[in-house]
């Protein structure tokens, strides 16, 4: 596995993840901790997008 392909799976890893904390902050918490789930989980998108960038630069 070269560069890219490592950071083709992380920016994978990291989309699921994402979704996940996000499904858990809207279906599971419905107090305050929702709003904590679904930030980190809109988090985990934005950090996925810097992998997905950085493919074919490093």
């Known amino acids: 596995m ?3 392909t490592v950071l083709a799976w992380a920016t994978w890893i990291m989309i699921f993840v994402g979704m996940g904390m996000i ?4 279906f599971k918490y419905d107090e305050v901790a929702g709003y904590g789930f679904a930030a980190v ?3 985990f998108f934005a950090i996925a997008w810097v992998f997905n960038a950085l493919k074919g630069r490093v």
């Open 41 to 43: 989980g809109v988090g």
């Open 2 to 4: 070269n560069k890219n």
């Open 23 to 26: 499904a858990l902050g809207a």
